[in-house]
């Protein structure tokens, strides 16, 4: 096809936006020698192209004839397609750099040489990433790989190697590399002494306004994301050592896609090869530039993100041409991007969260000061504003010193809360939290502690005695109930008093982050719990069924020919047997509870209503507690029907410890609330950490008869109870109170929430 009839073609197309003439001759030049078929499919795409990018067309017109040798016609289409995207999401040089140097990679994916998706093994990359890094991390495919600390992105697919095995070892590498970046506080560095202290708002980084401050940011962010990668392979080869001697292995290509014409590119490309080791000495590398003591920590693995900024701006001023334009260099396959705007979001969106999730856990722990403590306490700032009532408001809260700044506090020393001039050392759940709140974030924010003390207001934490407005509220008549008495061997008639207390929803982020915690586990529950919702099970010896019983069979024709009358049972027939199962949760409230226990006993309850309401088994839910036999106290959390909703779940939230551990009138009053109602299996499950006691006489002998008699009265209705609990010294009573295959003993109150819809699960199979 002539020259002149192409341009006359092509300037059709582009109509009225008429290009240089010798530009469009010089890029239709390489279409002279190609069939008039194949120049009209190639001109076909211009109108697409050129209102996108003139130079991308251009580009276009010259690439596409020698991409046309390995592409088929019908392949052309997607190639524009995919190189058009890229232009949209990462600009002219990444489609360019597409089209000139990826077709390869490109074509092996279309014919599926060795490319291997993301999907296919995301389930075995996501346990090893979270394995190394003991973190709940996620991957995300992407089209780039990088990472915002929260969260993996890297390729839906990998086609660099020809075989699967290879391709999979690059993902593990990527992923290796990505936590390296985050463990290695890549992002989340101080600006070191010597350099401008930029700002360090919760919307951004100081890290991207120090790299953005230089005449040619994309050679200062190149340096010190290479930096970086050094760093980060030092400290691999300690932590997985296994894994990078594997990668050693691996021939990963340079896909820069820029000529070391310059001296920044030559430097760059040298620094490339000592983290590929395909390349020179690292030292010989480094030496011309920098002092021999910053040399040697990158060397031996010792150097810092601070030290990779500082010497960030030295190698920059020696390398950077102000008369020469910088190309950034694509990062390395394994290397990834630096994302500084994603990171800032996801730790702004951390922060937020763990200062609601902080917060949550300082009210709960004002709210849960044990009862007389914390009616001194208020009794005490009462007399001091003669008699007047207290207000939300005159509760102070102070924060000691060292529990604010990280930098004046030694690593070890107590975290303490004053209370009205009374200091309170925090419990170890709250300790653990702040402390690493602190470390991640510096210090902790002065307003969680007037939200923590709003919460806390809100939930109940006030000056007003029983006889006024309390967390709990009465919800009917005190009921009575007898108490066995061991010693004369009969019941202590109407002897105790049981108050059905409501505990107010207290709106936190506990539930929300249980279910983040458990994700996988409680997606696996759900899954078996709707496995369990209808048994299956073959009857034989049916006169109609579903298939021949062949037993029956052999057995009939064996009747005929002794002479005996043949049985007209001969079929199997599948039976479905609906569940028919009614259960309370009985959960010891009492002050031996405080800190992890109940944690435990929490998120157990709310992995257990998750799968429950898969299943469709009937349950209630009470917590208990005690303080005499005048005042024993059942918390309703949950009502057998009543249905699962968000104030069921912030009920939940709110069971805190409260007094002594009086078991004989919750567990009759179970039994009694289970007797009203028609259900094949009926179960009542305690969850507690230690043996009946309370306050008065009810210790030790004593409490664990009454205890057995109000179990062996559930057993005589027809109700079957259970016990799970944490207490080391179970065996002593356990097996007297409830029989030996009746409890089940937790030796670690961190599985709990693992194990109990295990037991739920096989008492109800």
Same mark, same amino acid.
């Given at each position: ?31 002279? *020698? ?30 596409? $004839? ?48 060795? #490319? ?6 995301? !389930? /075995? ?140 590119? &030559? ?63 694509? $990062? ?41 403590? =914390?009616? &001194?306490?208020?009794?005490?700032? /009462?007399?001091?504003?003669? #008699? ?18 990280? &930098? %004046?506090?030694?690593?070890?020393? $107590? ?15 709250? %300790? ?14 002065? =307003? ?6 709003? !919460?806390? #207001? ?29 010693? =004369?061997? #009969?019941?202590? !008639? ?51 069924? *579903? ?11 064996? %009747? ?180 030996? &295959?009746?409890?089940?003993?937790? *030796? ?18």
């Amino acid at each position: 096809m002539k020259l002149a009839a192409l341009s006359e073609q092509f300037y059709s197309l582009v109509a009225p936006d008429i290009p240089n003439e010798w530009d469009v001759d010089e890029v239709l030049e390489p279409l002279l *020698d190609e069939e008039e078929s194949i120049c009209r499919i190639i001109l076909d795409h211009v109108p697409v192209i050129w209102p996108v990018s003139h130079s991308l067309c251009y580009d276009f017109l010259r690439l596409a $004839p020698g991409a046309l040798q390995s592409l088929s016609i019908v392949q052309l289409p997607e190639w524009v397609g995919i190189t058009l995207d890229m232009y949209e999401n990462d600009g002219l040089r990444s489609a360019q750099r597409f089209m000139q140097n990826d077709l390869t990679e490109y074509l092996s994916r279309l014919k599926g040489m060795g #490319g291997l998706r993301l999907e296919k093994i995301e !389930k /075995k990359l996501l346990p090893y990433i979270r394995g190394i890094a003991r973190d709940t991390l996620q991957i995300t495919a992407a089209r780039e790989t990088y990472t915002d600390t929260d969260t993996i992105f890297i390729p839906a697919e990998l086609s660099v190697f020809r075989g699967e095995e290879e391709n999979f070892l690059l993902y593990k590498l990527i992923l290796a590399y990505q936590w390296g970046y985050i463990r290695c506080g890549t992002f989340l560095g101080k600006a070191p002494a010597g350099l401008p202290a930029y700002s360090n708002e919760e919307n951004t980084l100081w890290l991207r306004n120090f790299l953005n401050d230089f005449p040619e940011p994309s050679l200062a962010r190149d340096l010190y994301h290479l930096l970086e990668a050094i760093r980060v392979k030092h400290f691999l080869t300690r932590e997985l050592p296994g894994l990078m001697r594997a990668a050693a292995s691996l021939p990963l290509p340079d896909n820069s896609g820029t000529m070391a014409t310059s001296q920044p590119h &030559a430097f760059l490309h040298q620094l490339r090869q000592c983290i590929t080791g395909s390349g020179t000495d690292l030292e010989k590398v480094l030496s011309p530039h920098l002092n021999r003591d910053e040399t040697a920590k990158y060397l031996q693995g010792k150097a810092t993100a601070d030290d990779s900024a500082r010497n960030t701006a030295i190698l920059y001023e020696r390398l950077h041409n102000q008369h020469e334009e910088y190309t950034p260099l694509s $990062p390395l396959l394994f290397q990834g991007r630096m994302k500084l705007q994603a990171v800032a979001r996801a730790r702004c969106e951390r922060k937020a969260k763990m200062e609601e999730q902080l917060t949550d856990m300082m009210a709960s722990y004002l709210l849960n000061i044990s009862r007389e403590k =914390r009616d &001194a306490l208020l009794r005490d700032e /009462k007399e001091k504003n003669d #008699g007047s009532a207290l207000a939300e408001s005159d509760i102070s809260l102070i924060m000691d010193s060292e529990f604010i700044n990280t &930098a %004046d506090r030694e690593k070890d020393a $107590p975290l303490l809360v004053t209370i009205n001039n009374e200091s309170l050392e925090l419990p170890e759940e709250l %300790d653990a939290f702040s402390r690493e709140f602190m470390d991640e974030f510096g210090d902790l924010p002065a =307003r969680f502690i007037s939200s923590a003390a709003g !919460k806390a #207001g809100r939930g109940g934490f006030s000056g007003e005695t029983e006889d006024g407005d309390n967390k709990e509220k009465s919800l009917t008549d005190t009921l009575v109930f007898d108490e066995w008495d061991y010693r =004369r061997q #009969g019941y202590r !008639k109407n002897w105790c008093s049981l108050h059905m207390k409501e505990l107010t929803p207290i709106h936190t982020s506990f539930i929300r982050n249980t279910l983040e915690k458990y994700h996988g586990l409680s997606i696996r529950l759900r899954h078996q719990f709707e496995m369990m919702r209808n048994q299956e099970r073959y009857v034989k010896r049916q006169r109609e069924g *579903d298939d021949i019983d062949f037993d029956a069979v052999v057995e009939s024709l064996s %009747d005929t020919r002794a002479g005996l009358p043949p049985s007209d049972r001969l079929f199997i027939r599948l039976k479905r047997d609906e569940r028919d199962i009614a259960v309370i949760f009985l959960v010891d409230m009492s002050n031996s509870t405080a800190g992890w226990v109940n944690t435990a006993l929490k998120e157990s309850l709310v992995l257990m209503t998750e799968a429950l309401e898969v299943l469709g088994d009937r349950y209630g839910i009470y917590g208990f507690s005690g303080m005499r036999r005048s005042r024993c106290e059942l918390f309703h959390v949950k009502h057998i029907g009543e249905p699962y909703g968000e104030e069921v779940k912030e009920r939940i939230a709110a069971i805190a410890p409260s007094e002594y551990t009086r078991m004989g009138p919750p567990l009759r009053h179970a039994t009694e609330t289970l007797q009203k109602i028609d259900a094949k299996v009926r179960l009542i499950i305690t969850l507690t950490d230690g043996k009946p006691e309370d306050y008065d006489d009810y210790k030790g002998q004593y409490a664990i008869e009454d205890t057995r008699h109000a179990l062996l009265e559930a057993k005589t209705a027809g109700i079957h109870p259970f016990c799970i609990t944490i207490d080391h010294k179970a065996q002593e009573y356990m097996q007297h109170m409830y029989g030996p &295959a009746n409890y089940i003993f937790v *030796d670690n109150i961190r599985k709990l929430p693992l194990r109990m819809p295990e037991i739920y699960r096989a008492l109800t199979s």
